[in-house]
């Protein structure tokens, strides 16, 4: 059976390459922040493999051709991307989906009756007081939801935070077989957690990685 995979937690945690490593395997296509949570939830009609293809492959075929480039990094792995025996479907909106789950608990059911494949999220979490800090300190950072003309208050960055980390403890609370993945131990022990990820959607490793 099909999986759809959102990642659920904070911006600047990792999400980026985390994706990038689950994408390169040959039933994986993980999206670069295609906002599948809120288009899932937005509507009252069931979701299918069917539209995951639609919706996902494209994306990820298209954010290959461009060299998988995301901020000031490139992501792009030396292997064969084909995306013909996709059986996981992924979106990396972390922050996003943590926040609309954190402002209506009420979409995580949502999210469970009109998706017709299984739901495997992945919790993406890292030091708060990191995240925090790099999220000032980027003048672009999309979590910017509160501004004040055309400044930032470091008070607005932690205020914006608070419905993310609701979202992240409801979620488990509500699903606590949620899978949660460390920033800090995915840079330490990045072979260990993404076997760990594959066990968890029920696939192996592939030899080529």
Known sequence: MAIFSPMV???????????SLLDAHPKIAFGNEIELVKR??????????????RVVIPNVKSFTREGKKWTDRQYLLPINYSYQD?????????????????????????????????????????NPFDVIAAVFNR???????????????LDDVIQAHKPIIRGIETLLEKKPETQIIYYESLLSMTQTKISYILKYYGLSPDEQL
Not at 40 to 53: H, Q
Not at 97 to 119: C, H, Q, W
Not at 139 to 153: F, P, Q, S, Y
Request: net charge positive; with cysteine.
């Open 139 to 153: 003048k672009d950072c999309m979590v910017a939801l509160v501004k004040k003309g055309n400044t930032r208050t």
């Open 86 to 126: 996709t059986t996981v479907y992924g979106d990396k909106k972390a922050a996003q989906s943590a926040d609309i789950f954190g402002r209506n608990p009420a979409m995580i059911e949502k999210l469970y009756r009109l998706v017709t494949v299984d739901i495997k999220p992945l919790i993406i979490v890292r």
């Open 9 to 19: 937690g904070f911006n600047r945690a990792g999400t980026t390459l985390l994706s």
């Open 40 to 53: 899932i939830t937005n509507r009252n009609v069931e979701f299918k493999e069917s539209d995951f293809m």
